[in-house]
């Protein structure tokens, strides 16, 4: 479709064109010393139907915007049948990324939302880029640093540019940074060092049952997270994906799980930063890059990790035994990562109003280092 400023809005329908659609936030961000290029192996994999089955139960468009033939910005456009949201008109965008041009910006969101309208939403809300599971909102403040492993470095126009067309807050999130150097504070501390209570147990993940203990924290997640905002139930598919996907990574002595009286009650996984590991590659695996990325994580060890997951089930979340689990996990965790040379790690990302898990984060000694923020639009 042709649109007013001399722009050009065309969906991906080819390989090729998904190829160029994954580069363009690269070519934008090739001057910011923090941006991390994604591995684009990666990418082709989360944003393909065989790749993701997010596409099973969420509708989902991509666009590129042109000016002269030339790339200058890319969006998407959702609609997840699992998110309770949906009901109430909610569609998302995402993927957003643009060169700092008003006419691509308008033009871009222009589609997005005329999509989104013909298919029943009543209000635009992201970028979620695809599932309120996998990478959510724009970086608005932190910039400083560079991201950790599924989290977004935006170009620092965009905040204005996605405002400017007529977008408000809806909701902040939140990164913490916690140095694996400062131990938890001395209060927390006596509690979590004490023998366990009876019928509390905790362990590490079992590699030789991985598929089973994914389905176990599966429910756990499912449960102690049903309560948030915008939070949609992940499938086993998905989290299957995700930790087929990480298999090789994934470090079993950072991945904890917690039981009361032989059920299974929490987890907590502490992820190795891919980012800090790909930096320099360019999103290139080829020819020397494999060798390189397993003998960063192999061999010299990383210095940062992040937590993505993280949960205790409700029927637990209110028992004394339940509330000290948090502390525990995260004691257990940050002991084994000091053990294996890590500096700092993340915990991300936290709703402005999860009071519940604010709490916890502040107890516990870190810090907020970054925010991330979701917009919306009611759709006229």
Not at 85 to 98: C, E, K, L, N, Y
Not at 219 to 247: C, H, M, R, V, Y
Not at 293 to 307: A, D, F, Q
Request: with cysteine; charged share 25%.
């Amino acid at each position: 479709m042709a649109t007013a400023g001399g722009i050009e809005v065309v969906p991906v329908t080819t390989k090729a064109e998904l190829d160029r659609f994954i580069r363009l936030p690269m070519r934008i961000g090739a001057a910011d010393r923090n941006y991390v290029p994604p591995l684009i192996l990666e990418r082709q994999e989360a944003l393909s139907p065989k790749g993701n089955p997010f596409f099973e139960h969420a509708q989902v468009q991509f666009w590129l915007a042109l000016r002269d033939g030339r790339d200058v910005g890319r969006i998407s456009a959702q609609i997840d049948a699992l998110n309770p949201q949906t009901a109430d008109g909610v569609g998302h965008f995402g993927m957003i990324a643009a060169e700092d041009d008003p006419a691509a910006f308008a033009a871009l969101f222009a589609t997005a939302e005329a999509w989104l309208k013909a298919r029943g939403c009543k209000t635009a809300l992201g970028p979620v880029n695809l599932s309120t599971n996998e990478e959510v909102g724009l970086l608005v403040e932190g910039r400083e640093t560079p991201p950790m492993f599924m989290m977004s470095h935006d170009a620092p126009h965009t905040p204005g540019r996605i405002e400017a067309q007529g977008y408000r807050k809806a909701k902040d999130i939140y990164a913490y940074e916690c140095s694996v150097a400062d131990d938890l504070p001395e209060a927390i501390r006596r509690r979590v060092r004490k023998p366990l209570p009876d019928g509390v147990t905790l362990r590490t993940v079992d590699m030789k049952r991985f598929d089973a203990e994914v389905r176990t924290l599966t429910g756990i997640l499912n449960d102690a997270w049903a309560g948030n905002w915008g939070f949609t139930p992940t499938t086993e598919a998905e989290t299957q994906a995700l930790a087929s996907t990480l298999k090789l990574v994934i470090d079993p002595k950072l991945t904890w799980f917690a039981d009361i009286d032989g059920e299974p009650a929490g987890f907590m996984v502490l992820l190795p930063n891919i980012n800090e590991a790909i930096a320099d590659l360019k999103g290139r695996l080829l020819p020397f890059g494999w060798a390189k990325l397993i003998w960063r994580l192999k061999v010299k060890g990383l210095k940062t990790g992040r937590v993505p997951l993280m949960g205790v089930k409700r029927k637990f979340a209110s028992t004394l035994k339940g509330q000290l689990l948090p502390f525990q996990l995260i004691d257990a965790v940050a002991q084994a990562a000091r053990r294996r040379g890590y500096e700092r790690y993340e915990l991300s990302w936290v709703l402005e109003d999860n009071l519940a898990m604010r709490r916890i984060c502040d107890a516990g000694g870190a810090k907020v280092y970054k925010t991330y923020r979701l917009y919306e639009k009611a759709l006229r």
